[in-house]
């Protein structure tokens, strides 16, 4: 009787089962559950499904037992199913969302990661952003913001860093550019021209979000607050996937329709199972130098999304002139006029979530990981000016 092969051996013939659907095989996706070979010649082999009625069950069925029976010494297969669990299907997704975890260390001294996504555009979330950031860091928290809005990046400009250009440190990691209070800033608007992301689609994007988590040195930070697009594309399943811990706060207008917009992205959140931090109410209302108050986009969305969400609403943030002149001259209205009332609205959300997040140490607290040198080839370089010394 030939010799039996080993379960490595059947481990390695069983790469050639390929999961049309994932377009990987089954051992890379880690569907073998168990092999067991008899000395019969009788080799038994378990594979996890993703759900219990795959449909494609039996090409797993006659692919594995093809597989097995080609092997030297083997007389019959058994092949049976079982479904993987919750935690391994996570596992999966993000292994195909970007082949695999980020690198322990990558954010291994960042306590609290916050996406803060909108439903629609233009309703102030990358100020809501900025402002947010300088409002934790005047309550004396480390911030750092990451701008994923890569169609519409504009925390350089609020931030005042527009002609910065982020270096490279002895480490090889991206040191990012640092606004007042020590406010760390990664944007891809430090990389590109103007206007060259947007092209950019699912893939090029998914890369180039996961090497601003990975290759840019964050150090140690009490907030890492996320700018995403408006809306619920690719950017905010990447991070999702990227970030299985970070939360979710929404920036919404008053207005009903911006406010049902909104609950979609909050439904994507849910989705992807990040969990709601709360509900930021932009543009609520507008008070003449009089005293009198103009409720410009309606009243009460923010509040109606939050009870829906059964989230707190963290604050309502009033139109004020000085919040976009400062925007726009490059100082977050939190920092350079903190009686504003826009600003003081801010101050308050950023008690709040300070109050909803009491976690003081990181969060991972892994070993920082040998850096790995950034690439930066998804990063389309600048053809004038561009000092990264990285060539
Ligand atoms: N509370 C406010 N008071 C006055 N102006 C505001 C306020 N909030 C936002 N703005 C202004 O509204 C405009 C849009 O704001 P911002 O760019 O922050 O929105 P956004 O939701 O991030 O937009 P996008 O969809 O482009 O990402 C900017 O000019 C900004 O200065």
Redesign the pocket.
């Given at each position: 009787m030939d010799v039996m092969p080993n379960q490595d051996e059947i481990r390695e013939a069983l790469r050639a089962v390929i999961d049309p659907e994932l377009r990987k095989d089954i051992v890379e996706l880690e569907m073998v559950r168990s092999i067991d070979v008899h000395e019969n010649g009788v080799v038994d082999v378990m594979v996890s499904l993703t759900t219990p009625g795959c449909p494609i069950r039996s090409h797993f069925q006659t692919g594995v037992a093809n597989a097995v029976k080609a092997l030297d010494g083997v007389v019959s297969v058994n092949v049976s199913f079982d479904v993987l669990s919750d935690d391994e299907k996570g596992n999966l997704q993000r292994k195909l969302g970007r082949g695999g975890p980020l690198p322990s260390g990558a954010l291994a001294q960042v306590a609290n990661v916050i996406c803060v996504g909108?439903g629609?555009?233009?309703?102030?979330?990358?100020?809501?952003?900025a402002n947010l950031a300088a409002a934790l860091s005047a309550e004396g928290k480390k911030v750092g913001v990451l701008d994923a809005?890569v169609w519409?990046y504009?925390q350089p400009r609020m931030f005042g860093l527009g002609a910065q250009r982020p270096k490279v440190n002895e480490q090889r990691r991206i040191v990012p550019p640092e606004a007042q209070d020590g406010i760390k800033v990664m944007s891809i608007g430090f990389f590109i021209e103007e206007d060259a992301a947007v092209v950019w689609r699912g893939p090029m994007l998914h890369k180039a979000l996961q090497q601003f988590l990975e290759d840019v040195d964050w150090g140690e930070l009490d907030y890492l607050l996320v700018?995403l697009?408006?809306g619920t594309g690719d950017v905010g399943m990447t991070l999702a996937q990227l970030l299985p811990d970070a939360r979710f706060l929404l920036?919404t207008t008053p207005q009903p329709v911006a406010q049902k917009v909104a609950r979609r992205s909050a439904e994507m959140a849910a989705k992807v199972r990040l969990e709601i931090a709360g509900v930021v109410e932009?543009?609520s209302g507008f008070v003449t130098p009089g005293g009198e108050r103009f409720a410009i986009f309606g009243e009460g969305g923010g509040q109606l999304l939050a009870d829906e969400l059964g989230v707190p609403l963290l604050g309502t943030?009033?139109?004020?002139?000085p919040?976009?002149e400062q925007?726009?001259a490059g100082t977050p209205l939190v920092a350079a006029n903190p009686d504003d009332p826009?600003a003081q609205a801010i101050r308050q959300t950023a008690r709040g979530l300070i109050a909803q997040t009491p976690v003081a140490l990181p969060v991972m607290q892994t070993a920082p990981a040998a850096p790995a040198p950034p690439s930066l080839d998804v990063i389309p370089p600048r053809p004038a000016g561009m000092s990264l010394p990285m060539a």
């Open positions: 909108s629609k555009g233009g309703v102030g979330k990358s100020s809501v952003t809005d519409g504009s700018d697009p408006p920036v932009n543009m943030v009033p139109l004020t002139m919040l976009r925007a726009d826009a």
